[in-house]
């Protein structure tokens, strides 16, 4: 994968895109940590199947990154770190693993959106987060749940 970029860096490729954003704090976001991984949860956004991610509290821990808050607009980036997508959060809670409820799931979209896809899915993607940052996975391990809007496909 491609460095990732500066906010300031993007906010002017977008900007000589013509892209203007509303107001709000920006941050960059990714999904996934490979390019199939990636680019899968980015068509499911597309698509409008997604719109909510969840992000180990571990690993924004680990590399000293403020969590997202409500308001906060996102310019979420491809595999190659490219802006893809610009998004909203429209609500952020940590909760523990084992406590993701079916109906978070569902507007997550990934799968056959039950709450059992999702916990398989996101135990093999939290077990890799948790070995990067060195710790280990645990069902009462805190997780960053996003629920979110679609403001801009790139």
Known sequence: ???VPSIRSVLSK??????SLPDGRVRL???GDSAKLSEDLLS??????KRAGTSLLWAFEAE???????????IVLDHRNEPALITRILEVRVVPY???TAHYAAIEGEGDGSLEYWRDAH?????RECKRVGRQPTESMPVV????ELLNVL
């Open 145 to 148: 749940c996003s629920v979110f």
């Open 44 to 49: 499911l956004i597309r698509q409008g199947r």
């Open 14 to 19: 977008l900007q000589g895109l013509g892209v």
């Open 64 to 74: 000293k990154e403020a969590l997202p808050q409500a308001g906060d607009i996102e």
């Open 1 to 3: 994968m491609e460095p």
């Open 29 to 31: 976001d990714a999904y």
């Open 98 to 100: 084992c406590d993701v």
């Open 123 to 127: 135990w093999t993607f939290f077990s």
